[in-house]
């Protein structure tokens, strides 16, 4: 079965303070995604990649980079954490086709203070 | 306007009964849709997709048609569970694009 994982699962940051937050997949997917999940606003799209070294910005970029160093890991970054970026964040991965299903990771619960 | 659309926020239902979540898009590509199932502090996960006009899919019960003339991908369940009590959202792919739009969801709660 899909396996997607993400570290920390719980992350409490200091505003002004980097946050790194890590996705691993072991299915060889060439697609990965990054969403926040609010009350409200549903899944919102960060940021995603086609595949290693390869980033996109997504609906709500500002704020956030990304990398993507391999197939397996794709990284989402705060340089500045903000208390407007506290949210639960997801990682996805997805073969390259349009009708392809995403396989979500467990989630990152963020609090910035 | 938002790509796709899920009028109900919370909806309540007394086990036994049926449900029906709407979901409508915009789109000026060839669309597919999905719809994603959020149980309490678990992560999305498919529940079923559709890229066919016309054509009902089902899975584990609920079911869905792509309607191409009205833009809508109505979830239907004809009796709800208590299990189904859930997060639920609707998302649209645009042929030859490779990023999802995810509806607001619509937070099913079934009681008994």
């Known amino acids: 079965e899909a396996a997607v994982t993400q570290s920390p699962r719980n992350k409490v940051a200091v505003t002004g303070g980097k946050v790194t937050l890590s996705c691993n997949q072991t299915?060889?997917?060439?697609?990965m995604y990054w969403y926040r999940q609010d009350t409200g606003h549903g899944l919102r799209l960060i940021h995603y990649s086609y595949g290693a070294g390869s980033t996109e910005k997504g609906d709500i970029p500002d704020g956030y980079k990304a990398s993507r160093p391999s197939q397996e890991n794709f990284s989402l970054i705060l340089e500045l954490a903000t208390p407007s970026q506290t949210s639960v964040y997801f990682c996805?991965?997805?073969?390259?086709?349009?009708?392809?299903?995403?396989?979500f990771g467990p989630g990152t619960r963020l609090t910035v203070l | 306007g938002d790509s796709v659309t899920q009028t109900e926020g919370l909806v309540t239902l007394t086990k036994g009964l049926p449900v029906m979540l709407n979901c409508t898009y915009q789109?000026?590509?060839?669309?597919?849709l999905f719809w994603y199932v959020q149980h309490l502090n678990e992560a999305p996960k498919l529940l079923l997709k559709?890229?066919?006009?016309?054509k009902r899919t089902e899975h584990q019960g609920f079911y869905a048609t792509l309607h191409k003339s009205s833009s809508s991908f109505h979830l239907q369940k004809s009796s709800v569970q208590l299990s189904d009590s859930a997060l639920y959202f609707c998302a649209l792919i645009e042929a030859g694009y490779q990023n999802f739009y995810f509806g607001k969801g619509t937070s099913l709660t079934v009681i008994p």
């Open positions: 996805a991965s997805g073969e390259r086709t349009s009708y392809a299903e995403q396989f």
């Open positions: 789109t000026t590509y060839s669309p597919f």
């Open positions: 299915n060889n997917h060439n697609n």
């Open positions: 559709s890229s066919t006009d016309n």
